[in-house]
């Protein structure tokens, strides 16, 4: 008799051991407390959420739902982007707006050495990532219609052309949603390259890591798309984060350079790229004038030997 109470005790140790120990029992990334479990009616990314955060710290997130400039992805007006028309990248998209919860998330990740941090943040780049892939997709295919087109089109006076191209990209947007066309197979073929922008050495050793590296490794690890170390930086300053708007779009045109070797296989992999041109995907954890973004995308335009379309991902928008 007694060896059957043992027996059951064990069993009821080794029962409360593994409820304790299962994912619904891990403890929030951000905060520390109980997860409850995933909640299967949420989207797919959030679902993934709830695996690594609380309900609470998952409601604290302030996504970036609403686009005001469609060129870097504000939610309100954007005297940037109206004071520079020309720039070398094609747009941005961000996740999330720089409230004062996601700068306490970042500093931890970033400064404090939370590496634990990465997979969230990563994880949170997904809504983002879909909607830039979502654009570049209506791009390349807009793309595709007007050179098909070119030949045969008739004149057409500027309103007609502009109300046509509002249109078209109405019609595109909602046969997207229709069709579901989005997948992460799709987005593997769209985009030829994944970049990050790189930190200097001075700043790696006291880190021990890149963040935007990081990042950029997890979600091309996620979607099956190439990665490439394109981008090094050549100069070290102090932090971006301590610098006035002026000093940003001043420094930053000196900051970077391109890894030979790593733009020559590039431009390798691709036998089309001479006519059609490369589609590269530059990340990084915060968009703040852009000033950064234009300097690592006109850099990598420069070193290529064929045209390329450069699409900028970001975590946060400031």
Known sequence: MMGTHVIAYVKDLSKQALQWLSPRHASCAVCGGLLRGVNAGTPSFARELERMICGACLQAIPWLNRITCRYCGRGISCPDCSQHHE?????????????????????????????????????????????????????????????AGRDREKPRSASVKGFMSRVWDRGYDVALQMKERYSSREASHLWHAITYVPVSKERAEERGFNQARQLAELLADRHGMPLYHLLRRIRHTKKMSFKTRAERLRDAHTLFAVNERQIQLLAGSRQDSATSGLRILLIDDIYTTGSTASACADAMKKALPCPADIYILTWARS
């Open 87 to 147: 720039r070398s990248f094609r747009l941005n998209r961000s996740s999330v707006r720089y409230s004062p919860a996601m700068r306490e998330w970042l500093a931890r990740y970033k400064y404090r050495g939370d590496e634990a941090l990465a997979p969230l943040l990563a994880g949170m780049l997904e809504p983002a990532f879909r909607a830039i892939t979502h654009e570049a997709m209506r791009q390349a295919d807009a793309s595709k219609a007007r050179d």
